[in-house]
Nanobody, 126 residues
C-alpha cells in the first residue's frame, strides 16, 4: 500500500528550528519526484522544496537559505530541515510523491503529485 506519513511538526518560537520527517511505505523515495508543500488556511498550497531521482534538490521562495530537503532511501524517509523559522512559516506541511516524473519536479503544480500525506502542523510564534 502506497502511503506517506509526516511527523515532526509543533510549536516553536521565531528563530527556532524543526525537522519534519515523511515516512514512505510501498515505494522508494529515490526513484521519482518528492516534494514538500505547505498550506495556510484560505490560501493555495505552496511548493517549497523538491528532490529528484538523481538526488538534486531545490527550494524556492521565502525559505531559500533556511530550509533544506534531504532523504534516506534506505529508510524510505524524506526530511525537511527548517531553520530561522518565522511566524509566516506557520502552516500545515505536506510531503508528496509524483510517480510520473523523475526530474523537473514541480513546485508550482501540486496537482501533478498523486500521493500525499495527511500533513503536520508547524506554528511559529513571535
Amino acid at each position: 500500500q502506497v502511503q506517506l506519513v509526516e511527523s515532526g511538526g509543533g510549536s516553536v518560537q521565531a528563530g527556532g528550528s524543526l525537522t519534519l520527517s515523511c515516512a514512505a511505505s510501498g515505494f522508494s523515495v529515490a526513484t521519482h519526484c518528492m516534494g514538500w508543500f505547505r498550506r495556510v488556511p484560505g490560501k493555495e498550497r505552496e511548493g517549497i522544496a523538491v528532490f529528484d531521482s538523481d538526488g538534486r534538490t531545490a527550494v524556492v521562495g521565502s525559505v531559500v537559505g533556511r530550509f533544506t530537503i534531504s532523504q534516506d532511501d534506505s529508510r524510505k524517509m524524506l526530511y525537511l530541515e527548517m531553520n530561522s523559522l518565522k511566524p509566516e512559516d506557520t502552516a500545515m506541511y505536506y510531503c508528496a510523491a509524483d510517480f510520473e516524473k523523475r526530474f523537473a519536479c514541480s513546485f508550482y503544480f501540486p496537482e501533478e503529485y498523486q500521493n500525499w500525506g495527511q500533513g503536520t502542523q508547524v506554528t511559529v510564534s513571535s
